[in-house]
């Protein structure tokens, strides 16, 4: 992660085959015994609709630990009658 005006932003780095993937993450637990890289981790990209939904499953439990009410339906989340998330686009934004 790259600490930016306060907002740490992930970094995609492209290896040439996925061998040095596996490598470069399965090595990756070293870097939280690394004096400075405590909070720095490494991850392997995921398809959109795979981080979308993890998205999605993550809003949920938020909102349900808030005590919130929450409804799924046809991939799009509601929170306190309110639409937030859908699968296909992601956030939604208010104008209000």
Same mark, same amino acid.
């Given at each position: ?22 490598? @470069? ?6 870097? @939280? ?29 938020? @909102? ?8 799924? @339906? ?23």
């Amino acid at each position: 992660m790259m600490h930016t005006l306060g907002i740490n932003r992930p970094i995609l780095v492209k290896l040439h085959s996925s061998w040095d993937r596996r490598a @470069a993450v399965s090595g990756s637990y070293k870097l @939280a015994s690394t004096a400075g890289l405590e909070r720095v981790y490494i991850s392997p990209d995921e398809p959109l609709e795979t981080r979308r939904r993890r998205t999605l499953n993550r809003i949920v439990k938020k @909102a349900l630990d808030q005590g919130k009410r929450v409804t799924v @339906a046809n991939g799009a989340v509601s929170v306190n009658d309110c639409i937030v998330f859908i699968l296909d686009r992601g956030y939604v934004h208010s104008n209000g």
